[in-house]
């Protein structure tokens, strides 16, 4: 029976000692980003350093620009979306070439996006002029498509 109890005792500490470290980690992961949040999805601490991600937009940001009738393009997206990965390292160069300030909401950390910019699947594009929308681009599209987006709505 004493061997049973300090068995168990071994593995509740084990587990506790698990749950401390996981938690450090993950304060670690979060600290310094630049979602302005103490704890951060896995999923978008893999993507903290990736240059692709850079020009993040937090929500009260985005609604300010929209109230002050701004003009604004963005990038709605979601960390863990295959397409979203897949989209972006095509769409960013695009607009760093075209010179498109294109700012990136991040779906995953702020889920009240979708339902605030009617985003019904990741990625979407809006261009928003005078803060009203004047189009999107809804899923991962071919680069003449994102290039013509910005051309026509962006650089016009």
Do not use: W
């Given at each position: 029976?004493?061997?049973?109890?300090?068995?168990?005792?071994?593995?509740?500490?084990?587990?506790?000692?698990?749950?401390?470290?996981?938690?450090?980690?993950?304060?670690?992961?979060?600290?310094?980003?630049?979602?302005?949040?103490?704890?951060?999805?896995?999923?978008?601490?893999?993507?903290?350093?990736?240059?692709?991600?850079?020009?993040?937009?937090l929500p009260e940001e985005l609604e300010?620009i929209l109230e002050d009738n701004g003009?604004v393009t963005v990038y709605f997206y979601?960390?863990?979306?295959?397409?979203?990965?897949?989209?972006?390292?095509?769409?960013?160069?695009?607009?760093?070439?075209?010179?498109?300030?294109?700012?990136?909401?991040?779906?995953?950390?702020?889920?009240?996006?979708?339902?605030?910019?009617?985003?019904?699947?990741?990625?979407?594009?809006?261009?928003?002029?005078?803060?009203?929308?004047?189009?999107?681009?809804?899923?991962?599209?071919?680069?003449?498509?994102?290039?013509?987006?910005?051309?026509?709505?962006?650089?016009?």
């Amino acid at each position: 029976m004493k061997k049973v109890l300090v068995f168990g005792g071994i593995v509740v500490l084990l587990f506790g000692l698990l749950a401390v470290v996981n938690s450090m980690k993950q304060s670690q992961l979060a600290e310094g980003n630049p979602f302005g949040k103490e704890r951060i999805a896995p999923a978008t601490a893999e993507l903290i350093n990736d240059s692709n991600y850079q020009n993040v937009i937090l929500p009260e940001e985005l609604e300010e620009i929209l109230e002050d009738n701004g003009d604004v393009t963005v990038y709605f997206y979601s960390s863990t979306c295959p397409y979203c990965k897949e989209a972006t390292p095509r769409l960013v160069p695009i607009s760093e070439e075209l010179g498109v300030d294109l700012v990136q909401y991040n779906l995953t950390e702020f889920e009240d996006g979708y339902s605030d910019y009617r985003i019904e699947s990741t990625p979407t594009l809006i261009h928003y002029e005078d803060g009203e929308e004047v189009n999107r681009i809804v899923g991962s599209a071919p680069d003449d498509e994102y290039r013509a987006f910005f051309e026509e709505h962006v650089n016009n």
